[in-house]
Protein backbone atom coordinates (compact mmCIF):
# COMPACT_ATOMS: atom_id res chain seq x y z
CA UNK A 1 0.00 0.00 0.00
CA UNK A 2 3.06 2.15 0.60
CA UNK A 3 4.46 1.59 -2.85
CA UNK A 4 1.15 2.85 -4.67
CA UNK A 5 0.66 6.53 -2.39
CA UNK A 6 4.12 6.79 -3.19
CA UNK A 7 3.74 6.21 -7.32
CA UNK A 8 0.49 8.34 -7.09
CA UNK A 9 1.97 11.24 -4.95
CA UNK A 10 4.80 10.72 -7.39
CA UNK A 11 2.78 11.03 -9.86
CA UNK A 12 0.51 14.17 -8.62
CA UNK A 13 3.64 15.90 -8.14
CA UNK A 14 5.14 15.55 -12.13
CA UNK A 15 1.44 16.62 -13.42
CA UNK A 16 1.48 19.77 -11.07
CA UNK A 17 4.90 20.40 -12.64
CA UNK A 18 3.84 20.36 -15.68
CA UNK A 19 0.77 22.15 -15.26
CA UNK A 20 2.62 24.85 -13.69
CA UNK A 21 5.55 24.99 -16.41
CA UNK A 22 2.44 25.77 -18.70
CA UNK A 23 1.09 28.15 -16.88
CA UNK A 24 4.29 30.09 -16.34
CA UNK A 25 5.49 29.84 -20.29
CA UNK A 26 2.34 31.66 -20.56
CA UNK A 27 -0.10 28.63 -21.75
CA UNK A 28 -3.08 28.26 -19.83
CA UNK A 29 -5.50 26.95 -22.09
CA UNK A 30 -3.04 23.94 -22.07
CA UNK A 31 -2.40 24.05 -18.43
CA UNK A 32 -5.96 23.83 -18.01
CA UNK A 33 -6.43 21.05 -20.74
CA UNK A 34 -3.93 18.81 -18.88
CA UNK A 35 -4.95 19.84 -15.07
CA UNK A 36 -8.19 18.33 -16.27
CA UNK A 37 -7.48 15.82 -17.96
CA UNK A 38 -7.69 12.57 -15.65
CA UNK A 39 -11.09 13.40 -13.65
CA UNK A 40 -12.44 14.07 -16.74
CA UNK A 41 -11.25 10.71 -18.66
CA UNK A 42 -12.67 9.03 -15.11
CA UNK A 43 -15.52 10.57 -15.58
CA UNK A 44 -16.00 9.70 -19.16
CA UNK A 45 -15.08 5.92 -18.39
CA UNK A 46 -17.31 5.66 -15.86
CA UNK A 47 -20.23 7.34 -17.92
CA UNK A 48 -19.40 4.72 -20.30
CA UNK A 49 -19.53 1.69 -18.26
CA UNK A 50 -23.53 3.19 -16.93
CA UNK A 51 -24.61 3.53 -20.23
CA UNK A 52 -26.97 0.97 -21.23
CA UNK A 53 -26.39 1.71 -24.82
CA UNK A 54 -22.90 0.50 -24.05
CA UNK A 55 -22.28 -3.15 -24.99
CA UNK A 56 -21.29 -5.62 -22.23
CA UNK A 57 -17.74 -6.43 -23.79
CA UNK A 58 -17.17 -2.49 -24.46
CA UNK A 59 -18.06 -1.88 -20.31
CA UNK A 60 -15.76 -4.99 -19.60
CA UNK A 61 -12.64 -3.15 -21.33
CA UNK A 62 -13.51 -0.28 -20.03
CA UNK A 63 -13.11 -1.98 -16.27
CA UNK A 64 -10.20 -3.50 -17.45
CA UNK A 65 -8.59 0.17 -18.05
CA UNK A 66 -9.72 1.61 -14.76
CA UNK A 67 -7.73 -1.42 -13.01
CA UNK A 68 -4.50 -0.78 -15.24
CA UNK A 69 -4.75 3.02 -13.96
CA UNK A 70 -4.97 2.21 -10.77
CA UNK A 71 -3.11 -0.64 -10.68
CA UNK A 72 1.39 -0.21 -9.15
CA UNK A 73 2.26 -2.54 -11.58
CA UNK A 74 3.55 -0.99 -15.22
CA UNK A 75 5.39 -1.39 -18.04
CA UNK A 76 7.17 2.15 -17.49
CA UNK A 77 7.41 2.79 -14.38
CA UNK A 78 4.98 6.17 -13.10
CA UNK A 79 8.14 7.89 -11.76
CA UNK A 80 10.28 8.25 -14.93
CA UNK A 81 9.29 12.00 -15.82
CA UNK A 82 7.60 12.17 -19.02
CA UNK A 83 7.34 8.48 -20.07
CA UNK A 84 6.03 7.00 -16.97
CA UNK A 85 2.02 7.34 -18.00
CA UNK A 86 2.62 6.54 -21.78
CA UNK A 87 1.65 3.42 -20.43
CA UNK A 88 -1.42 4.74 -19.08
CA UNK A 89 -2.39 6.69 -22.75
CA UNK A 90 -1.85 4.09 -24.74
CA UNK A 91 -4.15 1.34 -23.05
CA UNK A 92 -7.02 5.00 -22.81
CA UNK A 93 -6.40 5.38 -26.59
CA UNK A 94 -6.52 1.50 -27.47
CA UNK A 95 -9.47 1.01 -25.23
CA UNK A 96 -11.48 4.58 -25.88
CA UNK A 97 -11.43 3.37 -29.85
CA UNK A 98 -12.25 -0.25 -29.28
CA UNK A 99 -15.38 1.45 -27.29
CA UNK A 100 -16.28 4.05 -29.75
CA UNK A 101 -16.36 1.97 -32.94
CA UNK A 102 -19.23 0.08 -31.03
CA UNK A 103 -20.99 3.27 -29.74
CA UNK A 104 -19.96 5.97 -32.15
CA UNK A 105 -18.58 9.64 -30.62
CA UNK A 106 -22.32 10.97 -29.79
CA UNK A 107 -22.19 9.03 -26.23
CA UNK A 108 -18.78 9.61 -25.36
CA UNK A 109 -19.56 13.43 -25.97
CA UNK A 110 -22.77 12.77 -23.53
CA UNK A 111 -20.41 11.59 -20.73
CA UNK A 112 -17.83 13.98 -21.38
CA UNK A 113 -17.61 17.06 -18.61
CA UNK A 114 -14.24 18.47 -20.57
CA UNK A 115 -13.63 21.22 -23.18
CA UNK A 116 -15.19 19.59 -26.32
CA UNK A 117 -12.14 20.39 -28.08
CA UNK A 118 -10.03 17.98 -25.50
CA UNK A 119 -12.35 15.84 -26.11
CA UNK A 120 -12.15 15.66 -29.81
CA UNK A 121 -8.66 15.91 -29.94
CA UNK A 122 -8.96 12.36 -27.66
CA UNK A 123 -11.03 10.89 -30.45
CA UNK A 124 -8.61 11.77 -33.24
CA UNK A 125 -5.82 10.29 -31.07
CA UNK A 126 -7.03 7.18 -30.38
CA UNK A 127 -8.46 7.05 -33.75
CA UNK A 128 -12.03 6.97 -33.42
CA UNK A 129 -14.66 6.49 -35.94
CA UNK A 130 -17.17 9.13 -36.57
CA UNK A 131 -19.88 6.47 -36.72
CA UNK A 132 -20.40 2.87 -34.97
CA UNK A 133 -19.78 0.22 -36.86
Known amino acids: ?17 LVAALVIAGRKSAAKELATLLPNLIG ?26 VSPIDLIPEFLPVIGPLDDAVVAALVLR ?10 AAEHWRGDPETLERLLRIAGAPTTPS
Open 98 to 107: SVLRRTGRTI
Open 1 to 17: MRTILIAVGITAIIWAA
Open 44 to 69: LFRGLIRDPRVPRRSKLLLGLAIAWF
